[in-house]
């Protein structure tokens, strides 16, 4: 199992745009999520990405999202545009692991998102 780190999140205006990253600490050979959870509510997937390149969007994000993975750099890429308000939360990223309480990796701090009106 791989240690994973988010980072790249920050403040930004609606209508805006953040990159934030999921640097490995070697080479993934599992699907990669990112995850995000606002206050008082569950954590829910946003995006997925195959090893072959094969991606998943929540509806929600549709259209806005686009997710990517560098193998050469061992990172997966979540670049948000034209980010809403309803976009705030900490992201995450995780994979599926065998073995675990609930399917997943350790949990990481996240990378905190904030889109303000």
């Known amino acids: 199992q791989v240690q994973l780190v988010e980072s790249g999140g920050g403040l930004v205006q609606a209508g805006g745009s953040l990159r934030v990253s999921c640097a490995a600490s070697g080479t993934i050979f599992n699907t990669i999520g990112w995850y995000r959870q606002a206050p008082g509510q569950q954590r829910a997937l946003v995006a997925a990405?195959?090893?072959?390149?094969?991606?998943y969007y929540a509806d929600s994000v549709k259209d806005r999202f686009t997710i990517s993975r560098d193998n050469t750099k061992n990172t997966v890429y979540l670049q948000m545009n034209n980010l809403k308000p309803e976009d705030t939360a900490v992201y995450y990223c995780?994979?599926?692991?065998?073995?675990?309480?609930?399917?997943?990796?350790?949990w990481g701090q996240g990378t905190q998102v904030t889109v303000s009106s």
């Open positions: 990405i195959t090893t072959g390149g094969s991606t």
């Open positions: 995780n994979t599926r692991v065998f073995g675990t309480r609930d399917g997943f990796g350790s």
